[in-house]
T-cell receptor
Framework: SQQGEEDPQALSIQEGENATMNCSYKTSINNLQWYRQNSGRGLVHLILIRSNEREKHSGRLRVTLDTSKKSSSLLITASRAADTASYFCATYKDYGQNFVFGPGTRLSVLP | DSGVTQTPKHLITATGQRVTLRCSPRSGDLSVYWYQQSLDQGLQFLIQYYNGEERAKGNILERFSAQQFPDLHSELNLSSLELGDSALYFC??????????????FGQGTRLTVV
C-alpha cells in the first residue's frame, strides 16, 4: 500500500489565489518531499522537509510537517497558470531505501 | 535539467517483445531507482541499486529485471511484454542513502507503449 495520500485529488483555482494540498502518511519517516509533474513529463523536486522540521519555505512554496498527525501540507501562494501540474508527496525511509509516492493532486490554475 | 538521463524517450513495441530502458544517474550519485507510472496505479517503486548492488525491491514483475553497471548507469529490461506494461518508466538517482537530506532526482522518463 502507498505510504502517502494526497488530498484533494484535484483542485481548480483562479490565478492569484492560493492552493493548498495535503499529504498523509502511515509510518515514521526520515523526510518528506514534494514533487511537481507537468503532464507526461518527469518529476521535479520542489522541497524537502526533514522529520525534525515543522515548516519550510521556498519562494512561493510553504511546506508544513506534523509528525504527530503524520501529515504535511504544501501551500502555493499567488498561483500562476504555469503552476498547473500534478503534485506528489513522497516519503523516505532509511530501511525501506526507496521513495514512496502518493497518488498526487492535480492542480489546475485558470487564467 | 535534473542531470538524470533516460533513453529512449518513447518506445512502441508489440506484445511478447523485450525492451531495454537505460538510465544515466547524476554525476556522483550512487543510487538508482526505477519507478513505473501508469494511469491507474500511480508511481510504483520497482527496484533500487546502490553502487552496482541491488538494495531494495518493490512491485517488480518476474518478467522485469535490472542491473547497474560499474560506470553506474542502469538498465531496466522488460520481457514478454503485455498491453498492461504500457506506462511511463522513470529512473531517479540520489546520493548516499540513509541521510536525512536525501532527495531523488528524476529523469524525464521513457514512455513505453505496447501494442
Amino acid at each position: 500500500s502507498q505510504q502517502g495520500e494526497e488530498d484533494p485529488q484535484a483542485l481548480s483555482i483562479q490565478e492569484g489565489e492560493n492552493a493548498t494540498m495535503n499529504c498523509s502518511y502511515k509510518t515514521s519517516i526520515n523526510n518528506l518531499q514534494w514533487y511537481r509533474q507537468n503532464s507526461g513529463r518527469g518529476l521535479v523536486h520542489l522541497i524537502l522537509i526533514r522529520s525534525n522540521e515543522r515548516e519550510k519555505h521556498s519562494g512561493r512554496l510553504r511546506v508544513t510537517l506534523d509528525t504527530s498527525k503524520k501529515s504535511s501540507s504544501l501551500l502555493i501562494t499567488a498561483s500562476r497558470a504555469a503552476d498547473t501540474a500534478s503534485y506528489f508527496c513522497a516519503t523516505y525511509k532509511d530501511y525501506g531505501q526507496n521513495f514512496v509516492f502518493g497518488p498526487g493532486t492535480r492542480l489546475s490554475v485558470l487564467p | 535539467d535534473s542531470g538524470v538521463t533516460q533513453t529512449p524517450k518513447h518506445l512502441i513495441t508489440a506484445t511478447g517483445q523485450r525492451v531495454t530502458l537505460r538510465c544515466s544517474p547524476r554525476s556522483g550519485d550512487l543510487s538508482v531507482y526505477w519507478y513505473q507510472q501508469s494511469l491507474d496505479q500511480g508511481l510504483q517503486f520497482l527496484i533500487q541499486y546502490y553502487n552496482g548492488e541491488e538494495r531494495a525491491k518493490g512491485n517488480i514483475l518476474e518478467r522485469f529485471s535490472a542491473q547497474q553497471f560499474p560506470d553506474l548507469h542502469s538498465e531496466l529490461n522488460l520481457s514478454s511484454l503485455e498491453l498492461g506494461d504500457s506506462a511511463l518508466y522513470f529512473c531517479a538517482s540520489s546520493a548516499l542513502p540513509g541521510r536525512s537530506n536525501t532527495e531523488a532526482f528524476f529523469g524525464q522518463g521513457t514512455r513505453l507503449t505496447v501494442v
